[in-house]
């Protein structure tokens, strides 16, 4: 079992910059991919970054070259860094933990925080 929490949410004008940061508890935390995701209102949950275990990266087209996912697995906690934010980035973001194999499947989700940018 995992527990995520979230923080670092808020409001950002726009071209401003934001660090969220995801609290990981429990077993394990480096076997994870590690990822973040976000919802605007009225539309789907979105994969923004994702950093798996052996530290390969990936992005969201949207917003690469604007953030950057980072993980510290001594601390158990994994990070992203919004940088020239725009107002299309407004949603929810949530912390996600994920493994799997051919015998199981862990799937974990935070609470979930704001980020707002406007002006």
């Known amino acids: 079992q995992v527990q995520l929490v979230e923080s670092g949410g808020g409001l950002v004008q726009p071209g401003g910059s934001l660090r969220l940061s995801c609290a990981a508890s429990?077993?394990?935390?480096?076997?994870?991919?590690m990822g973040w995701y976000r919802q605007a209102p009225g539309k789907q949950r979105e994969l923004v970054a994702v950093?798996?275990?052996?530290?390969?990266?990936d992005y969201a087209d949207s917003v690469k070259g604007r953030f950057t996912i980072s993980r510290d697995n001594a601390k158990k906690a994994v990070y992203l860094q919004m940088n020239s934010l725009k107002p299309e980035d407004t949603a929810v973001y949530y912390c996600?933990?994920?493994?799997?194999?051919?015998?199981?499947?862990?799937?974990?989700w935070g609470q979930g925080t704001q980020v707002t940018v406007s002006s």
């Open positions: 429990g077993r394990a935390f480096s076997f994870y991919a």
């Open positions: 996600n933990a994920a493994r799997s194999s051919s015998r199981y499947e862990y799937d974990y």
């Open positions: 950093m798996t275990s052996g530290g390969s990266t």
